[in-house]
T-cell receptor, first 111, second 115 residues
């Protein structure tokens, strides 16, 4: 079983839709959970960060972590064409430099 | 704003050549990383460095080496380039510390083609 599993998509939605992106993981030592957004021909940039279980909201974005199920989600409300990008989940343990990334989900929001 | 600059966006090299990929960051970050990104395989860590002259192997160090002589600069070296090293290479940096919100700041990548 891979440490982090992420559906690669592609996912195509109409503008204004609610988007749900998900990752599952197997390593119970993971404590820090992040979502990165990567536009075409650019490096990834940090979008959201969550420590342990719970929800975090930032504008149209909500990150959820369920450690009991080893499942994390990113919700995008009122999606915009500018949200079209690849979304990468990433996670690590508490005393570890190393981030483990999912393979990324390619999202297209159609106007 | 943190800036991580990779010296080349595109690079074409021949099999067997020694290849240097350069990365510079301007935010005095202690940690620097080299990843490669391939379709279907995602981001994989090659090497990282948490201090000048310090380095640690990541998940796929074979065929690569690194150099960190100055805090702001981290170089990836392909000793003898092979076609299976054709990839997008991403450099990243982060502040010191392993806990808390220490996000990686990425450069825009170097797309290396080995022919």
């Amino acid at each position: 079983q891979k440490e982090v599993e992420q559906d690669p998509g592609p996912l195509s939605v109409p503008e204004g839709a609610i988007v749900s992106l998900n990752c599952t993981y197997s390593n119970s030592a993971f404590q820090y959970f992040m979502w990165y957004r990567q536009y075409s021909r650019k490096g990834p940039e940090l979008l959201m960060y969550t420590y342990s279980s719970g929800n975090k909201e930032d504008g149209r974005f909500t990150a959820q972590v369920d450690k009991s199920s080893k499942y994390i989600s990113l919700f995008i409300r009122d999606s915009q064409p500018s949200d079209s990008a690849t979304y990468l989940c990433a996670m690590r343990g508490g005393s570890n430099y190393k981030l483990t990334f999912g393979k990324g989900t390619l999202l297209t929001v159609n106007p | 704003d943190v800036k991580v600059t990779q010296s080349s966006r595109y690079l074409v090299k021949r099999t067997g050549e020694k290849v240097f990929l350069e990365c510079v960051q301007d935010m005095d970050h202690e940690n620097m990383f080299w990843y490669r990104q391939d379709p279907g395989l995602g981001l994989r860590l090659i090497y990282f460095s948490y201090d000048v002259k310090m380095k640690e192997k990541g998940d796929i160090p074979e065929g690569y080496s690194v150099s960190r002589e100055k805090k702001e600069r981290f170089s990836l070296i392909l000793e003898s380039a092979s076609t299976n090293q054709t990839s997008m290479y991403l450099c990243a940096s982060s502040p010191a510390g392993t806990v808390g919100d220490s996000p990686l700041h990425f450069g825009n990548g170097t797309r290396l083609t080995v022919t």
